[in-house]
């Protein structure tokens, strides 16, 4: 092999890499979870309107009442936001804004876009809530799973 | 003139059979036109683009490259990473495709390499080396997917922790490609940019063709003893073919997979190759012989075959299984009577040199 083809098989394979990297940076899936819940931002409570319509990158609006949490999947770091206020003012807001590349469930907070809190309150990272240490259907089960495992009376 | 038309009926044979079956099955189906014809559409976008991936190796006179079964592997292997990592749309398509790109190069030199070990048996080999390398493939998806290739998302495991689910869902990619540019005419929806795609693929073939590359093909399927003399690298130039083909291949298989938007990871390859074979040979191709418009008529008609066989398997004997039946024997049927009468030609033609230079004329 030349230097010359070495060279040029060599740009060729950074090239492919460099192409895999940014179609994993504008292809990375997120789902995406736009939640109306009042929230408190630097002591400041931002709390959404009775009804709104939202609208993720064009898509079919839905109408969102108060501390409702709606999903979507998305491809990519950018998007498009419109919410429009139904239930009186008629205000209509669009924003865009960026999911970090590795942030799989962003919650994307209606009021603080429509309050106009600061940009980096607006997506937030999901932390699923904590699963209770024994739920009332597994306690349920165990009880259940006693009293058939339980042996029979045998009288003598 | 009865000389040249039974020349043609042999020649066509094939073809001729499938016509005909298909013109018996065709009204005893009793299926709509429309429904034919947005199947036929859908198709065509979906496996067009496997089967131009045999032509390089018949142009090379390595035959029907059953070989093609090692780039559909590699074709879920990237569909599976996307999947893992969670890549949507165009973008996570192209990835599949660039991770499959290495993984078909090793592959077909590999089996290049195989085959010019095993020269004038070509088929065989691709065959029982596609068996091989499933076994491979099954290691790798069912054992070393989540315990040595680290797979990020549980969803695609199976329940003891490693190894690849049977079925992959493929949501965030499911018809990208055959939706991306919408185009619906009388109610029909034509995937336009899946045929770009094959249009893409079938213009780069012909370019390929008048290349120095595509000429040194052509002069090794035509005899590689003169090749050799002429100074072409026979054994190289058949590597390449093979090599060029199993990529097409796994970039075939990602567009076939997309439109289907599920992988079967331990099936959806096995039968790529004998059905990609069938519909070449269906369209008038031989093992030696193979054009653009033999893939394109193959795909139309085994399609259409495959899709009134059911039905009419249904309106005749009340059992739709019969087509199911009759889809197996098509396929493998088909390409046991090409290889046939290849054969059979082969030995006419040589019979028939013998009996010229013995003065005797034609027999």
Known sequence: MTARSLIQR?????????????????????????????????????????????????????????????????????HRITIEV?????????????????????????PAILGGAPRQHWVTKFVAPAAEDAPAEEMQQQEQSTVLAAPPAIKP | MSSRLRVFFIDNAVAILILLLIAFALPVAKLPASFLIQEILMRLGRDTFLVLALLLPIMAGMGLNFGMVLGAMAGQLGLIFIS??????????????????????????????????????EMVTGFILAFFMNGIYMMIVLYAMGSIIPIINPELLLSRGYGIRNVVGLDGVRQAFDNLIPLHVAGLKIPVFSYLIIAAGAALLIWFRSTKLGQDMRAVGQDRGVSASAGIPVERTRILAIMI?????????????????TINTTSSHEQIGMFSIAALLIGGASVTKASIPNVIIGVILFHLLFLVSPMAG????????????FRQFVSYGVIALALVLYEW????????????????GAA
Request: proline share 3%; hydrophobic share 45%.
């Open chain 2, 245 to 261: 083909s199993t990529v097409l291949a796994g970039i075939g298989q990602i567009i076939f997979l997309q439109n289907l938007g």
């Open chain 2, 345 to 360: 030609k082969r030995v006419t033609r040589e019979n028939d040199a013998r009996a010229t230079l013995r003065g005797g």
């Open chain 1, 10 to 78: 060599s740009c060729a394979l950074l090239g492919l890499l460099a192409l895999s990297a940014f179609l994993f940076y504008i292809g990375k899936g997120h789902t995406l979870l736009v939640d109306t819940a009042a929230v408190t931002i630097d002591g400041r409570e931002y709390s959404s309107a009775e009804t709104v319509s939202v609208s993720i990158d064009g898509r079919e609006p839905e109408s969102m009442g108060r501390a409702e949490r709606t999903m979507a999947q998305v491809g990519g770091p950018r």
């Open chain 2, 314 to 325: 249904k309106n005749l004997i009340g059992s739709g299984m019969l087509g199911e039946y």
């Open chain 1, 86 to 110: 139904v239930s009186g003012g008629g205000q209509k807001v669009e924003q865009r804004f960026v999911i970090p590349t590795f942030l799989d469930t962003a919650l994307v907070s209606v």
């Open chain 2, 84 to 121: 893992d990592w969670g890549i949507v749309g165009i973008p996570g398509l192209l990835l599949a495709m660039i991770i499959s790109l290495p993984i078909s190069v090793v592959l077909g030199w590999m089996c290049g390499m195989i085959m010019n070990r095993a020269k004038g048996r």
